[in-house]
């Protein structure tokens, strides 16, 4: 994302131009549509980009220490798969016996298995952040601008969100009957968006360090059922015909 290029032109007292933003996340939506509103109503781009791109330096550090999970979980997987034959076919020069299929099939199941439940995970703690970020943005930038009552609510739509994570629910709650007073009396509500827009970061980062710890139990889980199973199966078929030659 071009956020340097744009906080340049921003410390120079330009007006940040026309930016081919790249799609990560809802970062790329957000910076896109909050800098439009920057042309098109004066919405100060010194109130939003900083702090912007101190939460996207986290998320970029947090998405790095996944992808090392992610990795470090796929090699061991491969280190454990490589030992294990190599044992099967040096064991098998020694005292002949069958390929046991049950092994190589678990093996093979196991980074599959460690795959979608990587993705799984993702869409299920993380995707559901994205349309709370966006119209929570959009709600703040229109009502630092002055629109209109029926145009903030209009362009943010942040009454039709439907949460469905708890984390989520308790978030809208606190913000769905302070909007119904504002919509209906006026009464001021930006320094609550605020408020609860930091809320939504932290809830965020919390839900990443769950999905951290959650994802190091299932590569330790599949260490655990998928290879060590698998080993002990290969060992006991390349040992079984020797110990029944000795009980012979």
């Known amino acids: 994302m071009k956020i340097f290029d744009i906080e340049e032109e921003l410390y120079c007292g330009q007006i940040p131009g026309i930016y081919a933003l790249e799609e990560y996340k809802f970062f790329g939506t957000i910076f896109h549509e909050l ?4 042309r098109v109503f004066g919405l100060p781009p010194n109130s939003f980009i900083p702090r912007l791109r101190v939460y996207l330096g986290r998320d970029l550090r947090f998405e790095k220490e996944v992808e090392k999970i992610f990795w470090e979980g796929m090699a061991q997987f491969l280190l454990i798969f490589i030992i294990s034959w ?3 076919f040096y064991a098998a020069t020694i005292i002949p016996s069958s390929t046991n299929y049950w092994a190589l099939i678990l093996q093979i199941s196991g980074p599959i298995s460690f795959v979608l439940a ?7 703690i993380l995707l559901p952040f994205s349309p709370y970020f966006g119209a929570y943005y959009k709600l703040w930038a229109l009502l630092k601008v002055g629109c209109s009552t029926g145009e903030i609510l209009g362009k943010s739509k942040v009454l039709e969100l439907r949460p469905k ?6 978030i809208h709650r606190k913000i769905k009957r302070p909007l119904k007073s504002w919509e209906q009396q006026g009464t001021p ?4 968006i605020e408020l609860v ?4 970061w932290e809830v965020y980062d919390q839900e990443f360090q769950r999905f951290h710890k959650m994802l190091k139990i299932i590569s330790f889980l599949i260490l655990a059922f998928f290879y060590l199973g698998a080993y002990f199966m290969l060992v006991w078929g390349s040992l079984a015909p020797f110990l029944i ?3 012979g």
């Open 189 to 192: 509500i930006a320094p609550l």
């Open 86 to 88: 190599a044992f099967k």
């Open 245 to 247: 030659d000795l009980e």
């Open 35 to 38: 800098l439009e509103y920057s």
């Open 165 to 170: 994570a708890s984390a989520l629910k308790q």
């Open 118 to 124: 990587f993705f799984f995970l993702r869409k299920q």
């Open 197 to 200: 827009m930091e809320e939504l």
